[in-house]
């Protein structure tokens, strides 16, 4: 008789099947048996799966772009660049839409379409729209404003939303199926007070 294939192993640990950046916030996809961390990982790699991000930048955003480049990583100071004509990193696409807009701030809902290394953030501030608490890649003055009026002392990026487009294996179940977070409360109050309600 052939075992079930869905019974956790009893040498397997639930694993986590994607990673956020250090300081930021949101949701992550832990897998609790090793078929379903392989049909989640399958997905990823097919590009099944939609992930997006909320978050705040310093500018004037256009309404929707798409941001695109080679990314490399310097494994000494823990940092992201893009080459600039050359071809020795990897390749990585963001979108974004803009969902408000004031004050010289704009609130952004973010597709992440490549999971490269810093790479929403590195992109952003490649066009001029560094995300408001971000010490690697930020305005430093900004920064310390923000900190000092909400206490924001990290970047404010929160993993906010994943859908399931065409999940693979064991997950196919999961089709059209999304889930969102909830916005932390000092993001909820700082959102509030530069746009209004949300």
Known sequence: MEADKNIQSPTFNPALCNRLDRNTSGLVIAAKNYDALRSVNQTIRENGLAKYYLCLVKGK?????EISGILGKDETNRLAFIYEGEDKGKNSLTRYRRLEEKHGYSLLEVELVTGRFHQIRVHLSK???PIIGDTKYGDKIINEAFNKKYGLRYQFL??????FISPMGTLKYLKDRSWCSEIPGNYDIIIKDLFGSF
């Open 158 to 163: 929160l993993a906010h939303k994943l859908h």
């Open 61 to 65: 955003a256009k309404e929707k772009d």
């Open 127 to 129: 066009e001029m729209l």
